[in-house]
């Protein structure tokens, strides 16, 4: 089993930025690829960024490409997202998972997911 855990989110005021944290531990050998989902009330999950678990390779949405930048360090295990020019629309309950395909961009691709860090950013 692979454990998640999503820190980092908050209020914060439309232009601004927050990071969130996502501490991976558990059976991680078989990881291929991290990634960031959010999702609004009543929307469906949304995909954002995912990264290969190496940290070389990310693919984004084209909704936060230039914006968001997803990274890992691997001596923490820990996976983050660094959210700048925040948007009201932005609001959302966001969400770290790990899959065991290669650059898996659908939620349906993830095999373990966090318990989500909501994220709200006022106008």
């Known amino acids: 089993q692979v454990q998640l855990v999503e820190s980092g989110g908050g209020l914060v005021q439309a232009g601004g930025s927050l990071r969130l944290a996502c501490a991976v531990s558990g059976r991680t050998f078989n990881i291929y690829a991290m990634g960031w989902f959010r999702q609004a009330p009543g929307k469906e999950r949304e995909f954002i960024a995912t990264i290969s678990w190496s940290g070389g390779s990310t693919y984004y949405a084209d909704s936060v490409k230039g914006r968001f930048t997803i990274s890992r360090d691997n001596a923490k295990n820990t996976v983050y997202l660094q959210m700048n020019s925040l948007q009201p629309e932005d609001t959302a309950n966001y969400y770290c998972?790990?899959?065991?395909?290669?650059?898996?961009?659908?939620?349906?691709?993830?095999?373990?997911w966090g318990q989500g860090t909501q994220v709200t950013v006022s106008s």
């Open positions: 998972a790990a899959s065991l395909r290669v650059r898996p961009t659908h939620a349906y691709d993830y095999n373990y």
